[in-house]
C-alpha cells in the first residue's frame, strides 16, 4: 500500500485522455500531471532532443516522489521508455505495448491501422512490437502530424479539423483495416471526426486508455495501491499556457483543473543585485529572449530576461502601433526592475487580411491564446486566398529604456517579407515561424538557424539598427 501519486507525463494534454482514464478506474489514486506545451509538438523532433525534454519531465516528477511514472505519449515512449525504464526504480508505464495489445485482441481481418505523430511511425515502435507477438498480422502506419496542434489550439470540431482528418486519413480506406490505433495520446480528442471517416465497422483503439489497466495491474502487482482511507489529490502542470490547458481539460474532458505552469529546461537561476553592466530583456517570449540575448552578449553584458524577475508585474500592452508597447514595454520595465531594458513589440501583418493581426499578433486568438491557435486561426483565414496573394510583412520595433527617463528612450525597427504558406515546415524559431515562407531562400523562417534567421529577419534588422547606436547611449550613463 503507498499514497504516492502516480505521474502522467506528455507534450501536452493529450497526456490528459490517459489522466482522466485513470481517474475514472482509479479514483483513489493521486496524480501529477505534466505537459510540456511550451515545447511542443514532440512528434517533428528527434528521437535524441525527445529523451533530452522526456528526462526533463522525469525529473521534474520525481521532485514530486512519486510511486509509478506513466510517459503518457507515444512519440516520448517510442524514442524514451528503454532509457528511463533502466534508469529508475520505481515502474514505468509507456502507451504503445498496452495499445498493441489490444489492437491484437480486436483485429478480425488481421490488418491493423496505426496514425501516430512522424517521430512513432519512423520508429516503428507499434509495428514492432505488434510483430513481435503476432508476425502475420499486417500493420500500416501513418503520420497525422497536424492531428496534435489541432488539438492545443482547441479547434477540435473546426471545419478545418474535419477537413484535416479527412485528407489525413484517405490512405488508410479501403484496405481491409478493422481496426486503427490511436497511438497518440491527443488523438482521442478529434475521435468523433476519425471514427466518422474510418466508419463504424472499424475499431478505434484509445491506447492510453487501455494503458489504465496496465497501470491498475501493475498497482497491484508491486503492491503498490493506495489505501483509499484519504482523498486523492491531483495536481496539474504545464510548461505552457495554463489558461489554454484549463480550457481544454474542462471542455473536452469534463475535467475542472487549475493547471501552474512550471520551467522544466533551465537550472533555477539566483537574482543577483544589479549590475552595472546588465541589460534586461524585457519579454516574456523564449525565443525572442535567445534572439536577442545573442547581441548583448556578444558586447560582452550580462544579458538577463524576465525569467530571472518571477515576481515582477505584467505591463499590459494596451498601445495601438508596436512602438507604443514597446515603449510601455520598455518604460514600465526599467522603472520597476531599477535597469537598463530592451523591450520589443513585434507581429505579422498579412496584405490580404489588410494587415492583421499587426500589433495584436500575440491575441490573435482572443482567449488562452498560444502559437498554435495564433496559427490555425491565420490559416483558417486565408484557406481561400491563392498563393500569390499571401503576402506578408514581419515587424519588430526595438525600445531600449533606462530606468525612470522615458524621454531618452532609443528606438530602431527592423521588418521582413515574405508569404504565407498552407502547411508548416521546420522546427526552428517560434509564433508565426513555420508558415512564414521566404521566396528568395525557398525555406520558411522556421528552417533557418538561429543564426541564419538573424541575418535576415526584422528583429535581426533592428538589431542591427540598434547595433549601430545603443553603446554610445549606454555609456552616457
Ligand atoms: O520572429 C518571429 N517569428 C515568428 N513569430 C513572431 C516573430 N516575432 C514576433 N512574432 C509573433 C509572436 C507573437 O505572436 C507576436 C509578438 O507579440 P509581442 O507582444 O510582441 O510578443 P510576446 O507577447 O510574444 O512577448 P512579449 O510581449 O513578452 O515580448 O508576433
Ligand atoms: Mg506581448
Given at each position: 500500500m503507498n499514497n504516492?501519486?502516480?505521474g502522467f507525463i506528455d507534450s501536452g494534454v493529450g497526456g490528459l485522455t490517459v489522466v482522466k482514464e485513470a481517474l475514472r478506474q482509479l479514483p483513489n489514486e493521486s496524480v501529477v500531471?505534466?505537459?510540456?506545451?511550451a515545447r511542443l509538438p514532440y512528434g517533428p523532433r528527434p528521437a535524441a532532443q525527445v529523451r533530452e525534454f522526456t528526462w526533463q519531465m522525469v525529473n521534474f516528477q520525481?521532485?514530486?516522489?512519486?510511486?509509478?511514472?506513466v510517459i503518457a505519449c507515444n512519440t516520448a515512449t517510442a524514442a524514451a521508455l528503454p532509457d528511463v525504464r533502466a534508469k529508475l526504480d520505481i515502474p514505468v508505464v509507456g502507451v504503445i505495448v498496452p495499445g498493441s495489445r489490444a489492437a491484437l485482441k480486436a483485429t478480425k481481418t488481421g490488418h491493423i491501422g496505426v496514425i501516430g505523430t512522424e517521430g512513432t511511425v519512423t520508429s516503428h515502435a507499434y509495428a514492432d512490437t505488434i510483430h513481435s507477438k503476432a508476425k502475420q498480422v499486417k500493420v500500416t502506419e501513418l503520420a497525422a502530424p497536424k492531428f496534435v496542434p489541432l488539438v492545443e489550439s482547441n479547434e477540435m470540431t473546426s471545419p478545418v479539423a474535419k477537413r484535416v482528418v479527412a485528407e489525413t486519413l484517405q490512405p488508410l480506406l479501403h484496405q481491409g483495416i478493422d481496426t486503427l490505433v490511436m497511438g497518440c495520446t491527443h488523438?482521442?480528442?478529434?475521435?468523433p471526426?476519425?471514427?466518422?471517416?474510418?466508419?463504424?465497422?472499424?475499431?478505434?483503439?484509445?491506447?492510453?486508455?487501455?494503458?489504465v489497466s496496465e497501470v491498475s495491474m501493475l498497482l497491484d502487482y508491486f503492491n503498490l495501491a493506495a489505501h483509499g482511507t484519504q482523498p486523492a489529490t491531483n495536481q496539474f502542470y504545464t510548461t505552457g499556457n495554463a489558461k489554454m490547458f484549463d480550457l481544454i481539460a474542462g471542455n473536452?474532458?469534463?475535467?475542472?483543473?487549475?493547471?501552474?505552469?512550471?520551467?522544466?529546461?533551465?537550472?533555477?537561476?539566483?537574482?543577483?543585485?544589479?549590475?552595472?553592466?546588465?541589460?534586461?530583456?524585457a519579454s516574456k517570449n523564449p525565443g525572442k529572449v535567445k534572439e536577442l540575448a545573442a547581441m548583448f552578449e556578444a558586447d560582452g553584458l550580462t544579458v538577463k530576461s524576465l525569467a530571472d524577475f518571477p515576481a515582477v508585474a505584467t505591463v499590459p500592452e494596451t498601445g495601438k502601433t508596436f512602438e507604443e508597447n514597446a515603449r510601455l514595454k520598455a518604460d514600465g520595465y526599467a522603472k520597476a526592475l531599477e535597469l537598463p531594458v530592451v523591450a520589443d513589440d513585434s507581429g505579422l501583418m498579412v496584405d490580404a487580411l489588410d494587415g492583421a493581426p499587426g500589433v495584436f499578433s500575440a491575441r490573435y486568438a482572443g482567449q488562452g491564446h498560444n502559437d498554435a491557435a495564433n496559427n490555425a486561426k491565420l490559416i483558417a483565414n486565408l484557406a481561400d486566398v491563392p498563393d500569390e496573394k499571401r503576402t506578408a510583412t514581419f515587424h519588430t520595433t526595438l525600445v531600449f529604456a533606462k530606468p525612470n527617463r522615458p524621454a531618452e528612450d532609443l528606438v530602431v525597427a527592423g521588418s521582413v517579407q515574405g508569404r504565407i504558406t498552407g502547411v508548416p515546415r521546420g522546427d526552428n524559431g517560434f509564433g508565426y515561424d513555420p508558415y512564414f515562407f521566404l521566396p528568395q531562400l525557398g525555406k520558411t523562417m522556421a528552417e533557418l538557424s538561429q543564426n541564419e534567421k538573424n541575418q535576415?529577419?526584422?528583429?535581426?534588422?533592428?538589431?542591427?539598427a540598434l547595433e549601430a547606436k545603443w553603446r554610445d547611449w549606454y555609456k552616457e550613463d
Open positions: 504516492q501519486p502516480i500531471f505534466l505537459g510540456d506545451q520525481l521532485q514530486k516522489h512519486i510511486k509509478m511514472l488523438y482521442p480528442l478529434l475521435r471526426l476519425i471514427q466518422n471517416v474510418m466508419g463504424d465497422d472499424v475499431t478505434l483503439i484509445d491506447s492510453g486508455a487501455e494503458t473536452w474532458l469534463n475535467l475542472k483543473v487549475a493547471a501552474s505552469r512550471v520551467v522544466i529546461d533551465q537550472e533555477p537561476t539566483d537574482v543577483q543585485p544589479a549590475a552595472l553592466k546588465t541589460v534586461v530583456i535576415i529577419s526584422h528583429r535581426g534588422n533592428a538589431m542591427r
